[in-house]
């Protein structure tokens, strides 16, 4: 490492130790030295702004007439159920517990690196191995309040799950593809529950129904009573931790969501969480996937992260896209209000209802971004960590800084060979500063991935045969499915690229 770059390093490390209580890729293709992998970009009048369509009175009156059984994140995260609603046996109602990780799941964990916390989910009900849902975002309490990293009290990690149906099956309902559930965790009793995300049916502030919402789920912050999710060609939805309610019929066998007869109901789970803002580009994104060109008029939201550093009063809620084989994809920061703001607490910042675009930049090096997070050093450089996904081979994560012009990591081949991070895609990335009164500085993750039996009528040859799959010979899936963090100042972790 060249002398400037050593002392650079030297100065973010020491800016962040000063600022943590507020602070909250296949191979790049050969470039010419000295071209950044980060480049900033200035967009035109009005791109990237986002319209805001509040929902917040038509969630008041849902929770005000018709989810009168309200409920707080305590609630959720210590109450068990051993009967659903109409008082019949059901373990599927019970709170389930996080587990220590074991076998091929191992391997979903970041190496080399001390793990803070190492996760893996319940197999009771096949959290760890369902091929129905995946695992996608992550957040915390800790990012919600740097002041102590709890909310009422509890300390709590926050995961976003999307819904996936087998080809040919028959979809729709509490089945449809994309439907999003929430996982609230208790940090200290590793025990969780699912919880519906849910969206009035009218923005009227005499709504009187409510319907499950749909999308990737690739990103989610929490802030203060609010948790922000990824709509990925939309824009950004915002749902009210205080808006929590129990609905009146649940249980395994429930498959109704709404309000029938005044009776609320929410796919089977207990617990539903209502959307109060919706934060849309003016035109949705014509194409995000894997080979989609960038289209200049709109994002992709497929991740997100909250940035509270760089000085003044004005935080930033940082979105990213990932297009799997398209290298340049965009990285954009909007201006979020504080939780103490006089106006919209907690609420993207706004003028003339338009959220405000705090700054941009171009990821040229990079392709395949799964999560991301940014923070401004001491020096006034703006900072990147990112991850990449490379399936069940071993992944990216890399730290970087606008005008870095590094190689970047690529994910290689086979099982050992590229890569630097976790097997399974990783996912988001998290900052957890401070537990109590204690400075803990940790950056969490998860990985979604599993390993499926070659006989498995889903498996598809090329997909899941490569990297710490490729020798899998059990006849049932296998789990890489984690939830983790590392020491985010750790050398081991910001050194990477």
Known sequence: MGRKRSLRWKAALAALAAVCTAVLAGPAPASAAGTPVVKPLTPAP?????????????????????????????????TDYTTNSAGQPDSWMNLRQMQACSGTATAGLPPTVE????????????????????????????????GDGEIQGRSVTAVSWHY????GEPTGG???????????????????????????????????????????????????????????????????????AKVDTYGSGVSTVGIDNGRSSACGYPYVLP??????????????????????????????????????????????????????????????????AATDPGLLATS????????????????GLQ????????????????????????????HTWSGDTRPVTGCGSGTASGGNWGAGSPQALSYWPKLGTTQVDELWGLTEGICRAKGDPHFTP?????????????????SLRTVYAVGFTDPQVQGLH
Request: aromatic letters at 12%; proline letters at 3%; a neutral charge.
């Open 46 to 78: 009005g791109q990237f702004r986002l319209t805001d369509t509040s929902y917040a009175a038509a969630t008041d009156n849902l929770y005000t007439r018709y989810l009168r059984n309200h409920a707080s994140l305590t609630d959720v995260v210590t």
């Open 115 to 146: 793990k803070k916390t190492a996760w893996c989910w319940s197999s009771a009900h096949a959290d760890d191995t369902t091929q129905h849902w995946y695992p996608q975002g992550l957040s915390t309490t800790g990012t919600a309040d740097g």
């Open 164 to 167: 996936k149906a087998y080809d």
């Open 174 to 244: 509490c089945k449809s593809d994309n439907l999003l559930k929430l996982t609230l965790i208790d940090r200290t009793t590793r025990k969780y529950r699912h919880v519906l995300l849910a969206e009035p049916t009218s923005t009227s502030s005499g709504a009187a129904d409510f319907t499950f919402v749909t999308g990737h789920g690739g990103g989610i912050v929490w802030y203060a009573n609010y948790l922000y999710v990824t709509d990925t060609a939309n824009g950004i939805r915002v749902f009210d931790l205080d808006k929590l």
């Open 275 to 340: 959307e109060v803002h919706r934060y849309f580009q003016p035109r949705k994104a014509p194409d995000c996937s894997a080979s989609a060109p960038l289209d200049p008029a709109s994002l992709c939201f497929s991740w997100l992260s909250l940035d509270k550093t760089g000085g003044g009063s004005t935080f930033k809620l940082v979105t990213g896209e990932w297009y799997g084989d398209t290298y340049g994809s965009r990285v954009v920061r909007y201006q979020l209000n504080p939780a103490s």
């Open 352 to 367: 003339g209802g338009r959220s405000l675009v705090q700054d941009a930049y171009s990821t040229d090096g990079y392709r």
């Open 371 to 398: 999560g991301g997070m940014t923070w401004t050093d001491g020096q006034g450089l703006v900072n990147f960590a990112f991850s990449k996904g490379c399936g069940t081979k071993p992944a990216v994560f890399s």
């Open 462 to 478: 090329g997909a899941d045969d490569t990297g710490v799959c490729a020798d899998y010979t059990g006849t049932t899936t296998a």
